[in-house]
């Protein structure tokens, strides 16, 4: 009697090991060229992207676009307004520079709280010049920076570290503000 039962159980798990198999399978559709379009090629963001919620996608042309140290070349994608009263940066930085750069400490800011998380864009600011205000990237209830982190120290040459960083948001009346970021300039960007 035992046998009989650890054969049916054995059989009843084997066809509903079959079914979700199958219906995990792929698409339904049959073709291989589909499955290959799902899959993404390795990213040439400077290394690992923990922490990172930038899209996948960014619009043909930058917000925003500045050059700093080492031949890196900062970009702003977007700078938009969420409903919780938040303030989401997307960009980028390209090492167009024909030397290999290593990320200087500054990029982390200055905090001794969040030294903790290693590498990040904590050291990214928003200046509201009218407001008379400065705004520094949001840290969750463990102190994390709300930013990219945890990446590559090392930014080859050709190679791009894809970023965003959520601060508080400005007032509606505030439409410009000025991102500052260790190593660049500091430049203008509209928020939406």
Known sequence: MRTMRRAGAAALLSAALTFSLTACGGDGDGDPKSKEQGTSAPSQSGGDDKGSAAPEQKPSEPIARVKGDGGLELSVFSARRDEGGFLTIDGQINNTGSQGFTVPVQWNGLEQAVAATGRSFAGMTLVDSKGKKRYYVLRDTDNRPLTTYAYNSYIKPGQTLTFFAQFPAPPQT???VAL???????????LS
Do not use: Y
């Open 174 to 176: 505030t439409t410009t």
């Open 180 to 190: 500052q970021f260790p190593g660049f300039p500091s430049t203008s960007i509209e």
